[in-house]
């Protein structure tokens, strides 16, 4: 038994959480697991699933005398759930059966229902679920200390407010409750559990909190036992960067602050009643959002301190059916007492105003959405003709708001610029910025708010990989295309013996696919026809194998370091060095003069060679490589053009460097731009051309477009791929325009990116209160795409490939730091030591970022031969280089 010190956490579990035997069995589970933690907990419930929507229509029912049927309904859903649990509902419901019978007729009589009788019949749900979770809890053997609400929570008495308001939506006292501790204490009960939604008033009558009062009762009890923690356990794991069931990509929010969370909740997130956060955030008490349906994972968790990430929008809320109410005030300029005469208008409608714009001449407020309790159409229609007595009113109905939510959001206006972009052409009826600081909010016509969302979403979200911060997206917890092949070749699943002998060899190690490799290079070649030049990018892979297949596809090769030209011309010593273009950055002079050695084209980047080592530049044909102002790509760190950017000179520099270029007696032949990488825009490189081709005009000898790399891959199941054939026909449109110049590319990750896996062998297993995790023996020092770009890799279970996923788990390496992460929240099937997992999509920027530290050497390469030749010469012949 619990000793009086131990610590209360509180679980809320909501309508659907309550209404299977299978979620009661995860709660009796989540209850042992506190209890095996020494904590004892105060269970919170609702109505099952449905049934306070059913008491209502019982009310309905009976005013018309109708009320048998509906009584029956209730009873039966009851019942059936008493038996799915094995528990006697007829005998554990029977008194609030009769009651309930007894309250129906009563309203059939009197024809009459005052809101207190509505709260007691409507209270009536979570005393039946509860009776009956508690003898549940008894048959499970654990003892449950069934508390009535109503003696717990004290509806506040505010005598000026409605009766309405006092019975059906109160609010409770909630300063922490020594009689209550000590009462619970002395329990010898495991646990302790009670209704949400009700509570009781000064007379001992029952009040209800209102819409989605059960997650506020939690927060009260919560802050009255001075819990450790509150858990609302619900149908969605969390809360997400938008509504997931309309934006799949929506990502799962980890952490949020009490604020951000009050915000998301008010602007429209369902997942939390907005009234649940001031009690345990008056109280310092840790708010945990998880779902019953998937109880291993995380979820979000909403204290005081998560505001430190920086300012940044956390999500994007929406909220429909708003009614927009404008009011020209021009005969009123100056005048006092306008805005009190107006808002006395709306009080006397009992129509809460939300939003508020105002303007010398113009206020314009949004009402909230109409409930069941408060019909809108007509009452506005009075209020409009009220204010048209001191004010030109008039109402616009089918509006919605899109809520911008995180804190600080004005530091961050200038980076949402681009996705504003979405409300081109779009009426914007409202916008408002709260002094708070937490919102930035736009009233739209409501048919057009699920694209906006949409759009929005992808604007802001769609780049972000996971961090501590943003977790996995709602598809990927749930989609079927998860457990199905993965994006791309997934060659890696026929080679998979091949695979495992490499890894009993030499695991850890990056396994690279020839055959793969060669039809990248084919198909880039194949589909890109307005692509006159076609360079391979070595910085994302310089194996000697890789340069070999890309050399005889005929690919050249773009280098950024002497260290990279000498790797080219150590495997071909032979090489024309026209197929080796130079684009170094900040690099000292001697690399330049090693570059104009030993490489056909030298791009410059910058003005400083030119202003300082003109002399190496005589009589030489040389690139430039331009910033067209703005960058595109997976991250920001990536991102390689606009102001931000080190890259490139800016078209405005242009007269000057043609100056320069002429003092030195060097040419331009031609322009070069490269945006960034993982872009997956089909016109981007069309527009590079068409920026580059502008400037060519001033270079008479320019004749060539070199539109750069960053051809993105989809990395995640269901992830966009790029359109090539959607590439090359904007190109091939471009070439049609501009027949006398060449157009040139450099990718480098497209082309090996599918065909490189990690292999690395498990090495412990551990939990950590709900976090799994499965320890692989190298991390960062081999794959650091995902500590620095939350870059997403699929990874498998190669040893068993086919077994069910079993677990969530956070795949991490040996690394001393937090960041040492491959992948979050994965689902693998049951994992063990030494099994091999298989990091995907790993040939591009990995081996070649990979690092020593911590003193741990970085996974070695293999190549993998195509299958034929592998066959004839006896089984796979790999090759392994230095490690
Ligand atoms: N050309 C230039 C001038 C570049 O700077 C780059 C890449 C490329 C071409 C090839 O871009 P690609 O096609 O591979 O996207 N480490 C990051 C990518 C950095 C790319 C740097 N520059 C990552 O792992 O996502």
Same mark, same amino acid.
């Given at each position: 038994?619990?000793?009086?010190?131990?610590?209360?956490?509180?679980?809320?579990?909501?309508?659907?959480?309550?209404?299977?035997?299978?979620?009661?069995?995860?709660?009796?589970?989540?209850?042992?697991e506190?209890?095996?933690?020494?904590?004892?907990?105060?269970?919170?419930?609702?109505?099952?699933?449905?049934?306070?929507?059913?008491?209502?229509?019982?009310?309905?029912?009976a005013?018309?005398?109708?009320?048998?049927?509906?009584?029956?309904?209730?009873?039966?859903?009851?019942?059936?759930?008493?038996?799915?649990?094995?528990?006697?509902?007829?005998?554990?419901?029977?008194?609030?059966?009769?009651?309930?019978?007894?309250?129906?007729?009563?309203?059939?009589?009197?024809?009459?229902?005052?809101?207190?009788?509505?709260?007691?019949?409507l209270?009536?749900?979570?005393?039946?679920?509860?009776?009956?979770?508690?003898?549940?809890?008894?048959?499970?053997?654990?003892?449950?200390?069934?508390?009535?609400?109503?003696?717990?929570?004290?509806?506040?008495?505010?005598?000026?407010?409605?009766?309405?308001?006092?019975?059906?939506?109160?609010?409770?006292?909630?300063?922490?409750?020594?009689?209550?501790?000590?009462?619970?204490?002395?329990?010898?009960?495991?646990?302790?559990?009670?209704?949400?939604?009700?509570?009781?008033?000064?007379?001992?009558?029952?009040?209800?909190?209102?819409?989605?009062?059960?997650?506020?009762?939690?927060?009260?009890?919560?802050?009255k036992?001075e819990?450790?923690?509150?858990?609302?356990?619900?149908?969605? $794991?969390?809360?997400?960067?938008?509504?997931?069931?309309?934006?799949?990509?929506?990502?799962?929010?980890?952490?949020?602050?009490?604020?951000e969370?009050?915000?998301?909740?008010?602007?429209?997130?369902?997942?939390?009643? $907005?009234?649940?956060?001031?009690?345990?955030?008056?109280?310092?008490?840790?708010?945990?959002?998880?779902?019953?349906?998937?109880?291993?994972?995380?979820?979000?968790?909403?204290?005081?301190?998560?505001?430190?990430?920086?300012?940044?929008?956390?999500g994007?809320?929406?909220?429909?059916?708003?009614?927009?109410?404008?009011?020209?005030?021009?005969?009123?300029?100056?005048?006092?007492?306008?805005?009190?005469?107006?808002?006395?208008a709306?009080?006397?409608?009992?129509?809460?105003?939300?939003?508020?714009?105002?303007?010398?001449?113009?206020?314009?407020?949004?009402?909230?959405?109409?409930?069941?309790?408060?019909?809108?159409?007509?009452?506005?229609?009075?209020?409009?003709?009220?204010?048209?007595?001191?004010?030109?009113?008039?109402?616009?109905?089918?509006?919605?708001?899109?809520?911008?939510?995180?804190?600080?959001?004005?530091?961050?206006?200038?980076?949402?610029?681009?996705?504003?972009?979405?409300?081109?052409?779009?009426?914007?009826?409202?916008?408002?910025?709260?002094?708070?600081?937490?919102?930035?909010?736009?009233?739209?016509?409501?048919?057009?708010?699920?694209?906006?969302?949409r759009?929005?979403?992808?604007?802001?979200?769609?780049?972000?990989?996971?961090?501590?911060?943003?977790?996995?997206?709602?598809?990927?917890?749930?989609?079927?295309?998860?457990?199905?092949?993965?994006?791309?070749?997934a060659?890696?699943?026929?080679?998979?013996?091949?695979?495992?002998?490499?890894?009993?060899?030499?695991?850890?190690?990056?396994?690279?696919?020839?055959?793969?490799?060669r039809e990248?290079?084919?198909?880039?070649?194949?589909?890109?026809?307005?692509?006159?030049?076609?360079?391979?990018?070595?910085?994302?892979?310089?194996? $000697?194998?890789?340069?070999?297949?890309?050399?005889?596809a005929?690919?050249?090769?773009?280098?950024?370091?002497?260290?990279?030209?000498?790797?080219?011309?150590s495997?071909?010593?032979?090489?024309?060095?026209?197929?080796?273009?130079?684009?170094?950055?900040?690099?000292?002079?001697?690399?330049?003069?090693?570059?104009?050695?030993?490489?056909?084209?030298?791009?410059?980047?910058?003005?400083?060679p030119?202003?300082h080592?003109?002399?190496?530049?005589?009589?030489?044909?040389?690139?430039?490589r331009?910033?067209?102002?703005?960058?595109?790509?997976?991250?920001?760190?990536?991102?390689?053009?606009?102001?931000e950017?080190?890259?490139?000179?800016?078209?405005?520099?242009?007269?000057?460097?043609?100056?320069?270029?002429?003092?030195?007696?060097?040419?331009?032949?031609?322009?070069?731009?490269?945006?960034?990488?993982?872009?997956?825009?089909?016109?981007?490189?069309?527009?590079?051309?068409?920026?580059?081709?502008?400037?060519?005009?001033?270079?008479?000898?320019?004749?060539?477009?070199?539109?750069?790399?960053?051809?993105?891959?989809?990395?995640r199941?269901?992830?966009?791929?790029?359109?090539?054939?959607?590439?090359?026909?904007?190109?091939?449109?471009?070439?049609?325009a501009?027949?006398?110049?060449?157009?040139?590319?450099?990718?480098?990750?497209?082309?090996?990116?599918?065909?490189?896996?990690?292999?690395?062998?498990?090495?412990?297993?551990?939990?950590?209160e709900?976090?799994?995790?499965?320890?692989?023996?190298?991390?960062?020092?081999?794959?650091?795409?995902?500590?620095?770009?939350?870059?997403?890799?699929?990874?498998?279970?190669?040893?068993?490939?086919?077994?069910?996923?079993?677990?969530?788990?956070?795949?991490?390496?040996?690394?001393?730091?937090?960041?040492?992460?491959l992948?979050?929240?994965?689902?693998?099937?049951?994992?063990?030591?030494?099994?091999?997992?298989?990091?995907?999509?790993?040939?591009?920027?990995?081996?070649?970022?990979?690092?020593?530290?911590?003193?741990?050497?970085?996974?070695?390469?293999?190549?993998?031969?195509?299958?034929?030749?592998?066959?004839?010469?006896?089984?796979?012949?790999?090759?392994?280089?230095?490690?």
């Amino acid at each position: 038994m619990p000793d009086e010190s131990t610590d209360w956490v509180v679980l809320k579990f909501g309508g659907t959480s309550v209404s299977t035997r299978r979620e009661w069995d995860t709660i009796v589970r989540l209850a042992r697991e506190h209890l095996d933690d020494g904590a004892r907990p105060f269970v919170v419930c609702s109505a099952v699933s449905g049934v306070t929507r059913t008491l209502k229509r019982l009310l309905e029912a009976a005013l018309q005398d109708e009320h048998e049927p509906v009584l029956d309904e209730i009873r039966r859903t009851h019942l059936d759930l008493a038996d799915a649990l094995d528990v006697d509902g007829e005998a554990l419901l029977d008194e609030y059966f009769e009651e309930l019978e007894q309250l129906a007729l009563g309203a059939s009589l009197t024809k009459q229902i005052n809101s207190p009788f509505r709260a007691r019949v409507l209270g009536l749900g979570e005393l039946m679920s509860t009776t009956l979770g508690a003898a549940y809890f008894e048959q499970q053997g654990l003892t449950a200390d069934w508390q009535d609400a109503r003696q717990i929570l004290r509806a506040e008495h505010d005598p000026r407010a409605p009766e309405r308001q006092r019975y059906l939506a109160a609010t409770c006292h909630h300063e922490p409750d020594p009689a209550l501790q000590q009462n619970l204490a002395g329990s010898d009960a495991d646990l302790a559990l009670t209704q949400g939604f009700i509570a009781g008033t000064e007379s001992g009558e029952t009040a209800l909190l209102g819409w989605g009062g059960s997650d506020t009762s939690a927060a009260y009890f919560a802050a009255k036992l001075e819990a450790e923690r509150l858990e609302i356990w619900t149908d969605v $794991p969390g809360l997400f960067t938008a509504n997931p069931r309309e934006i799949p990509s929506a990502r799962l929010l980890r952490q949020l602050d009490y604020e951000e969370a009050q915000e998301l909740a008010t602007t429209g997130a369902k997942v939390l009643h $907005p009234r649940c956060i001031d009690p345990v955030q008056q109280a310092g008490i840790p708010l945990h959002v998880r779902s019953t349906q998937e109880p291993d994972l995380s979820g979000t968790v909403v204290t005081g301190g998560a505001a430190t990430a920086g300012a940044q929008v956390k999500g994007i809320a929406t909220r429909r059916d708003l009614t927009l109410v404008s009011m020209d005030t021009l005969g009123m300029w100056q005048e006092v007492g306008f805005l009190a005469d107006a808002f006395a208008a709306f009080k006397e409608y009992d129509l809460s105003v939300d939003l508020v714009a105002t303007s010398e001449t113009n206020v314009t407020v949004s009402l909230d959405p109409a409930t069941d309790d408060r019909p809108r159409p007509g009452v506005v229609d009075a209020l409009v003709n009220d204010l048209k007595d001191f004010c030109d009113a008039r109402a616009q109905a089918a509006c919605a708001s899109i809520s911008l939510v995180g804190h600080n959001i004005r530091s961050v206006l200038h980076e949402l610029g681009p996705a504003l972009e979405v409300f081109d052409e779009q009426n914007v009826y409202l916008t408002t910025q709260a002094s708070n600081d937490l919102n930035l909010t736009f009233v739209i016509d409501e048919a057009q708010v699920t694209r906006l969302l949409r759009e929005l979403h992808a604007q802001l979200f769609d780049a972000r990989g996971e961090d501590t911060l943003f977790g996995p997206t709602w598809r990927e917890l749930h989609d079927e295309a998860e457990r199905s092949p993965p994006v791309g070749p997934a060659w890696w699943k026929n080679r998979r013996e091949d695979l495992l002998d490499a890894a009993d060899e030499s695991a850890p190690a990056f396994v690279y696919d020839e055959r793969t490799l060669r039809e990248a290079a084919h198909s880039a070649r194949e589909t890109l026809p307005a692509v006159d030049r076609m360079l391979y990018a070595l910085k994302a892979n310089a194996h $000697p194998d890789v340069l070999r297949i890309f050399e005889e596809a005929g690919l050249g090769f773009e280098c950024v370091s002497p260290g990279e030209i000498e790797r080219v011309r150590s495997v071909f010593p032979d090489l024309d060095p026209d197929r080796i273009l130079f684009t170094p950055n900040f690099a000292p002079r001697e690399e330049y003069a090693f570059g104009l050695e030993n490489a056909g084209v030298v791009t410059l980047d910058n003005m400083h060679p030119l202003e300082h080592w003109s002399d190496l530049f005589e009589d030489r044909e040389v690139f430039l490589r331009l910033d067209p102002g703005r960058g595109r790509g997976h991250h920001e760190h990536v991102r390689t053009a606009g102001p931000e950017a080190k890259f490139g000179i800016a078209p405005d520099e242009l007269d000057r460097c043609q100056e320069l270029l002429q003092d030195a007696g060097a040419t331009v032949v031609g322009l070069h731009a490269h945006l960034g990488s993982g872009i997956k825009r089909p016109r981007t490189w069309t527009e590079t051309a068409v920026f580059l081709a502008e400037h060519a005009e001033r270079f008479p000898a320019a004749h060539i477009v070199n539109v750069g790399g960053g051809l993105g891959v989809a990395e995640r199941p269901g992830g966009v791929h790029l359109d090539l054939d959607d590439v090359n026909e904007h190109l091939a449109r471009f070439r049609r325009a501009h027949p006398d110049l060449e157009v040139w590319m450099e990718p480098g990750r497209f082309l090996v990116a599918s065909a490189g896996v990690l292999l690395a062998r498990v090495t412990q297993k551990k939990r950590k209160e709900a976090v799994q995790y499965v320890g692989v023996e190298t991390g960062m020092n081999s794959l650091i795409r995902p500590a620095l770009y939350g870059g997403y890799h699929r990874i498998v279970n190669l040893s068993r490939l086919d077994d069910p996923p079993a677990q969530l788990a956070e795949v991490v390496g040996p690394i001393c730091e937090s960041g040492d992460v491959l992948g979050h929240s994965r689902r693998l099937p049951a994992t063990e030591e030494g099994d091999v997992l298989l990091v995907a999509n790993a040939g591009a920027y990995g081996r070649v970022m990979s690092s020593r530290y911590n003193l741990r050497d970085p996974a070695g390469e293999v190549m993998l031969r195509a299958e034929e030749e592998a066959e004839s010469s006896g089984g796979c012949d790999r090759r392994l280089t230095d490690r």
